[in-house]
């Protein structure tokens, strides 16, 4: 079924490269400008929107054994997240049920049990509480009431999703509206984690933009990526997920051979986002890899940072693994110095509160909608919100 519509989406890409068009929406969209630095509008973001809808924390790539574990902060959340002995995967606040420590560092690792190190009291991976130091000093409790608590966790697609809410009841198959199963089409529940760092930026949504834009790329990025690529591009959405893919001249030619034969690589290519955060990118230094960029808030509204995760279909040989680090050497200069420095800029003009709004054209139809998103998940009740995606996909 996901092959077909990759198919179906590559013949709607075809006929616009021998037409010359695009999709293009009914009118030019403006955004309040104030949107982008706004305090209360920024918290309303990270409350109703990071801390909300899943986020995509992991890959399986990090975590691809029983006891592998991630300790990261997402949006403020201290959280672990686990593979256990079954093999699956768990999330947790990284908080220590005595009196609140953070059991592990930040990073990655293997581990049977987890002990804090503020007490060494004990927790397994599945976030039992297993072992009390002393316990014949401490006194009686319930061992069973003093887990870890547990984050709403999916892992699909090699992609692991995580709720930083503990209580949430958000559904995953509404938020996903199926994007998941396009995703699958990747592979990479075996693919290798090559390298990652970590890129400051603007506004998490000056950034954002960048990722939905094709309509930048020969003029921001010509001494990178060249004048003649494209900056036509056409979206595909599930829910508030969309793909961005320009209509190549080169998918012309796959007109003249038998569909079955059309290779899955070729029909991925363009930039795959996931709402609200992630941009996933085809490249091919070192071997078939895609660089997985992970957007977060800041401390501030002006502020966002970046993990960018360089995935490779397959671990590479020392001369591919040289390949990969200078592809993604040459990525962190595109996003670092050209994406995020124009947008450092372009955020300091627009704090001066001279301009009311920003515009997003007609040919600009991905900003257009994850603007129309954020706006409409703000406006959305907790009660509600997965009704407005499941809404999204009948
Ligand atoms: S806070 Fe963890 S053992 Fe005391």
Request: net charge negative; proline share 5%; charged share 25%.
């Amino acid at each position: 079924m996901s092959r077909e519509k990759l198919i179906e989406m590559t013949e709607h890409n075809i006929a616009h490269s021998k037409a010359g068009t695009i999709d293009m929406e009914p009118e030019v969209f403006k955004v309040p400008a104030e949107k982008y630095y706004d305090e209360e509008q920024y918290k309303a973001e990270v409350d109703k929107i990071f801390k909300r809808v899943p986020l995509l924390l992991a890959t399986t790539a990090e975590l691809p054994n029983p006891g592998d574990y991630k300790a990261m902060e997402a949006v403020g959340t201290p959280l672990i997240i686990t593979r256990d002995s079954d093999g699956d995967v768990r999330a947790f606040m990284n908080m220590c049920s005595h009196r609140g420590a953070a059991i592990v560092d930040e990073g990655c690792g293997n581990t049977k049990r987890f002990m804090c190190p503020y007490h060494a009291w004990t927790f397994n991976q599945k976030g039992d509480l297993i072992g009390i130091a002393s316990q014949q000093d401490f006194g009686d409790i319930d061992k069973s009431e003093y887990g870890l608590v547990p984050l709403p966790v999916e892992e699909r697609a090699g992609l692991i999703w995580v709720c930083v809410r503990p209580d949430s009841d958000i559904d995953f198959d509404a938020f996903l509206s199926g994007y998941d199963e396009l995703l699958a089409n990747f592979g990479f529940e075996t693919w290798h984690l090559h390298d990652q760092r970590r890129v400051e930026g603007p506004n998490w949504k000056v950034a954002y933009d960048g990722y939905l834009d094709l309509y930048h790329l020969p003029v921001l990025h010509s001494e990178t990526f060249g004048t003649e690529i494209s900056n036509q591009a056409l979206y595909y959405n599930w829910g508030p997920h969309q793909r961005v893919s320009s209509p190549s001249p080169f998918m012309v030619g796959l007109e003249d051979m038998p569909k079955d034969q059309w290779q899955t690589e070729w029909m991925l290519m363009g930039v795959w986002t996931v709402f609200p955060h992630i941009s996933i990118a085809s490249f091919d230094g070192g071997g078939r890899s895609v660089m997985l960029s992970q957007l977060f808030p800041g401390d501030t509204p002006g502020e966002s940072y970046t993990v960018q995760n360089y995935l490779m279909e397959n671990a590479p040989d020392e001369e591919q693994a040289k390949q990969a680090d200078e592809q993604f050497k040459l990525l962190e200069y595109v996003v670092e110095t050209e994406d995020y420095g124009t947008g450092l800029r372009l955020q300091k003009a627009l704090q001066t509160g001279v301009k009311d709004h920003v515009l997003f054209g007609r040919n600009e139809g991905g900003g257009q909608r994850f603007h129309g998103w954020v706006d409409k998940i703000i406006e959305t009740e907790d009660e509600d919100l997965n009704k407005l995606f499941a809404s999204s996909n009948s």
